[in-house]
């Protein structure tokens, strides 16, 4: 590993200064987070977090900066939450983490309530253009569409939960940022951010350039094989823009755009990616009548990953060029009725259009397509909250209707080229606050979720199983479809006005479950089963307390046990869910000095669990504890700016576990740099 001495050196003494300081926190400072009562969009519109039947956890855009990410993962900052367990395999691989012990693509991501892909997005996007993010644990498939999402795991459902990325969006200062750090592998990070408010109109915009060495991240002997520091460049561009019209916030035209290109090599010469994300989101919202909201949003995703294979035996040696595109557009449209008493109904439509290829390039001068095929997603939706003094009640029911055109599939004309599905999705929930102090809550709903064409075709063909220089999934065109039933109770409670504790129970049943697994002897090579009945049932507890103004903690852990029931495979029937561990843990405190100086370590820790769901053929990973740690000290305050210094230490213990298809974690990681702030 590269690691700067001069890093460390800072490192160590902003620690020890911040031991010093500790005694200085007290009430007073200005730039913290009030426990005042949040407004969330679980229902679409701006509720009070009690006027809301699921659990709702809130991270604000202060707590961004703060997050000590060693992925550079927007997975990695929820990932202190419960009922998650966050697994990305490197700055260059998607989480295969679990929610709620379920899977990884159980709990969707969205951007203002428009889907987007949980494997790929929170590694494309910029903290930078977001005010909020927004979990909301426990189902919410009726609110809330599948993402039609063919690539990775395939498409993903909120049945879990959902996760929503809240833009910028009430400007009230212009503000200009430059953040430029220094760290590990060689990493060089600059980051420039700028916002504005002109009369009704307020805009933001950005960049962020990232250049790395990286460092090996494979175990020994693994198929990665690299035989170099792997080369790492990403640069991130966004702006948006909100309008404000009409005579109140609620008349509102908003446009976002954000296009990340990600460079580099896999740690050899022929193994190198270009990786291309789009993302744009357009929405409005009118005020019909004083009760009477109208809520519209379009957006665009476009996914253009191309990469090189190759075979190494003593030279690296180019076999093909290899790619995966896939554009899709996700709409909605809603109008919800503010009724007398605080009721609210919500009626709406949203639809999904997908395009999803493969190609490969044999190094014969033209492409190959393996997969292709088209898909649309749509139906109508309605919801309607009742509140009666302390008791809020939710029920709502949404007609889905899902056609895939397969045009392709493993490089042959499919079996059938068109396959639609009908189904009726439903969710209820209530919250009863037993006093001022205490309050209880439970959710139900279902989900739907067809195959993927990756899981179906595959990147590879069948025949290509064990061969050496073939990493990619096999394909499986016999899945079937998945429906699953998701069920939450819990409690929220608050003894005093700045401590808060809650306890939160699941259980989660998919039938005929599309999982991962491996299937031969080179871990590289996996491909998508239906794994029978998968059952996952647990617990969350937390708790959480601003002492001061200045001073915090938080601390939760959660209890995951997962079963697989397939009485037709004895190697599969009682195993446990691929990537769910049965035990989680977060801990942490933040600390805000009178001198300006901050001071967040954190700790993580993950009991362990299984990349297959063989019984025979599964490999276990035991993480165990991580430590992360941020400080900042401001060294200028004037008139117009703000000058801080900060560095973070991302697995200060050095725990290099390994983890599936022969990854591995790779170890104590310091950054360091500036924050200049312009107003």
Request: aromatic content about 12%; charged content about 15%; proline content about 4%.
């Amino acid at each position: 590993m590269k690691l700067s001495k001069l890093l460390y050196t800072a490192l160590t003494l902003l620690f020890g200064i911040a031991l010093y300081n500790t005694a200085w926190a007290q009430q007073g400072l200005n730039d913290t987070i009030a426990l005042d009562e949040i407004v969330i969009t679980g229902s679409k519109q701006y509720r009070s977090a009690g006027n809301v039947t699921q659990k709702i956890d809130v991270i604000r855009s202060i707590e961004f900066e703060s997050a000590v990410t060693g992925k550079n993962n927007i997975a990695e900052i929820i990932s202190g939450k419960p009922g998650s367990s966050v697994s990305a395999l490197s700055r260059n691989d998607a989480n295969w983490g679990t929610y709620a012990g379920i899977g990884p693509k159980y709990s969707t991501f969205m951007l203002n309530g428009l889907p987007l892909d949980a494997f790929v997005d929170p590694m494309s996007l910029d903290m930078q253009a977001f005010e909020r993010i927004e979990i909301q644990r426990g189902p919410a498939s009726v609110l809330y569409p599948n993402y039609l999402s063919h690539d990775f795991a395939g498409n993903q459902s909120p049945l879990a939960g959902t996760v929503n990325l809240i833009l910028k969006e009430n400007i009230t200062d212009r503000q200009t940022q430059l953040v430029t750090s220094y760290g590990s592998y060689n990493t060089i990070n600059t980051q420039f951010y700028h916002q504005d408010t002109r009369d009704n109109m307020n805009f933001f915009g950005g960049v962020n350039y990232e250049n790395s060495d990286y460092t090996n991240y494979g175990t020994e002997n693994s198929w990665l094989n690299m035989q170099k520091d792997p080369e790492y460049r990403k640069l991130k561009l966004f702006s948006g823009v909100n309008y404000f019209y009409g005579s109140n916030q609620r008349n509102k035209l908003g446009v976002f755009v954000n296009h990340t290109n990600h460079k580099g090599d896999a740690g050899r010469i022929y193994r190198g990616y270009d990786h291309n994300y789009t993302t744009i989101n357009i929405s409005q919202s009118s005020e019909i009548t004083g009760s009477l909201i109208f809520n519209a949003s379009v957006g665009l995703r476009i996914y253009d990953r191309t990469w090189q294979e190759s075979s190494f035996s003593g030279t690296d040696n180019l076999s093909s060029n290899d790619g995966v595109f896939q554009n899709i557009i996700p709409a909605d449209a809603s109008i919800s009725w503010h009724q007398d008493g605080g009721h609210l109904l919500t009626i709406g439509i949203d639809y999904q259009n997908a395009r999803y290829n493969t190609f490969s390039d044999p190094l014969q001068g033209y492409n190959e397509y393996g997969n292709k095929s088209r898909a649309i997603q749509t139906g109508p939706y309605l919801q309607q909250e009742l509140n009666f003094g302390g008791l809020t009640a939710r029920g709502g029911l949404r007609y889905n209707y899902i056609e895939t055109k397969i045009d392709l599939i493993n490089r042959a004309n499919p079996g059938e080229p068109v396959t639609a599905y009908h189904n009726l999705l439903w969710s209820a929930g209530m919250k009863y606050n037993v006093s001022n102090y205490v309050s209880v809550f439970a959710n139900a709903g279902n989900s739907f979720l067809p195959p993927g064409l990756r899981s179906m075709g595959g990147t590879i063909n069948l025949d290509d199983m064990g061969v050496p220089g073939r990493h990619g999934q096999l394909p499986n065109p016999d899945l079937k479809p998945e429906s699953g039933t998701g069920l939450d109770a819990g409690a929220a409670i608050t003894p005093t006005s700045n401590l808060n504790l809650g306890i939160r129970g699941f259980f989660i049943n998919v039938d005929d479950a599309i999982i991962e697994n491996i299937v031969s002897l080179d871990p590289s090579q996996t491909q998508s089963i239906n794994a029978g009945t998968t059952r996952s049932r647990g617990i969350e507890l937390e708790a959480g307390s601003r002492v001061t103004q200045r001073v915090s903690w938080f601390a939760n852990y959660t209890y995951m046990n997962t079963t697989i029931i397939n009485e037709l495979d004895a190697d599969q029937d009682g195993a446990t869910v691929p990537f769910a561990p049965s035990h989680v843990a977060n801990a942490g405190f933040s600390i805000y000095s009178q001198t300006g100086l901050t001071v967040s370590p954190a700790l993580n820790y993950n009991g362990g669990y299984y990349d297959s769901s063989s019984k025979s053929g599964r490999n276990e990973f035991k993480p165990g504890l991580i430590a992360n740690l941020y400080i900042s000290q401001v060294v200028r305050t004037r008139g117009n700016y703000d000058l801080n210094l900060f560095a973070k230490g991302y697995n200060l213990m050095d725990n290099r576990y390994e983890m599936p298809w022969q990854f591995q974690n790779t170890g104590l990681a310091i950054t360091g740099g500036f924050r200049v702030k312009f107003r």
